[in-house]
């Protein structure tokens, strides 16, 4: 039997899948999505709960001045979300059935941005982030037809798996940096968190100090801190995530096998989360004396290749002044660079950072 094929579907799933890599995620997608389901235009909004800003905010040929308004004024109070899961709803029955004046000011905004004809779907992911898409006409447009609210329907199940794909990806190439640095010989232990506390990834030698089983130890795909106030520490790390701003530093006693200095770093995930991501923890031995190289400076603690080479010059017993002149910058450029690398890493002294480096260098 001869099954024929839309050849625009197939170009669409291709846009949708291939495009989560793409410089541009999402914007080709859109643009079909929209002559797909003859929409003026589609948006794609993907945001963490009690952000006040979405991770992502895509709507390729709108106006962008609409999209400025949206993101000031009325991204926070936002009614038309927390649909039912999964569904294809329209805005029209969505507000069906309410008082003439219940969301005037959010209708306003519709009728500015193009008109009220919405059609619109959320993909909830394990409570961490959600997925809107919606696809609109403008008010001089007939309404979408049931034909193709289906179609729309249809494409669910395949932009769940590409937004679960695509927070994947962010993920593995936030994590390449400071693996890199963990995995390049510096023995460093390293363990990278989820929000939820879970294990992503860890290193041998982390893998080692969660199995001597004193102080931290791995229970199922979690790590278990023995001190109460470890456990909250990490717990805090992880709600506040990049909000908390450049790195934390804490010890973890061990009376038998030594005691560990924990450096904790959070991993942006901007594309999904707006500014939360996961924890990236390097655990280390405080008496090894070994000093960091630039490169695993700048992976480790953010800063540009200056400011690390700057670090690294410090790092080895040097004053501002002697790390100026070994670098062949002038001494008040090597000020702005320490002030900078202080801001990042939330540190106020330069011993403060030479302790940190130190730290980092077990």
């Excluded at 999505?33 to 963490?48: E, K, M, V």
């Excluded at 199922?220 to 995530?241: E, N, P």
């Excluded at 960091?292 to 480790?300: H, S």
């Amino acid at each position: 039997m001869d099954v024929s094929v839309d050849p625009r579907f197939s170009d669409l799933l291709a846009r949708l899948f291939g495009g989560i890599d793409a410089p541009q995620p999402w914007e080709s997608f859109l643009e079909a999505l929209a002559r797909w389901l003859d929409a003026t235009f589609a948006t794609l909004i993907i945001a963490a709960p009690g952000r006040g800003l979405p991770g992502t905010f895509i709507t390729p040929g709108a106006d962008p001045d609409h999209a400025r308004m949206y993101l000031g004024n009325y991204f926070t109070d936002d009614p038309f979300q927390n649909l039912p899961e999964g569904r294809v709803i329209s805005f029209g029955e969505f507000i069906a059935g309410k008082p003439p004046g219940e969301h005037a000011a959010y209708r306003e905004y519709l009728v500015l941005a193009g008109g009220e004809q919405v059609l619109a779907v959320d993909l909830r992911f394990g409570g961490q982030f959600e997925a809107r898409f919606r696809a609109t006409r403008t008010s001089d447009r007939p309404d979408f037809t049931a034909r193709e609210r289906a179609r729309f329907q249809e494409l669910v199940p395949h932009m769940r798996i590409a937004v679960g794909l695509f927070e994947k990806l962010q993920f593995a190439n936030a994590q390449h940096g400071v693996f890199r640095s963990a995995t390049d010989g510096l023995g460093l232990a390293l363990l990278v968190l989820d929000r939820q506390g879970r294990i992503v990834s860890s290193n041998l030698l982390a893998e080692r100090i969660l199995a001597e089983g004193e102080a931290l130890r791995r229970a199922g795909d979690t790590v278990r801190f023995d001190a109460t106030a470890l456990k909250q520490k990490v717990a805090d790390l992880l709600s506040s995530g990049s909000d908390a701003g450049g790195v934390s530093r804490f010890r973890i006693p061990r009376p038998e096998h030594g005691d560990l200095v924990a450096t904790a770093r959070a991993i942006d995930l901007p594309a999904i989360h707006s500014g939360t991501g996961a924890l990236a923890l390097f655990l280390a031995r405080p008496e090894n004396d070994r000093v960091l190289d630039p490169e695993a400076i700048r992976d480790l603690l953010g800063v540009t290749r200056a400011e690390a080479r700057l670090c690294a010059e410090l790092a080895h017993g040097h004053s501002l002044v002697e790390a100026a002149r070994l670098l062949g910058i002038a001494h008040n450029t090597a000020k702005a660079q320490l002030r900078s690398v202080f801001a990042k890493t939330q540190v106020h002294r330069q011993s403060q950072l030479m302790n940190l480096l130190g730290a980092l260098s077990g």
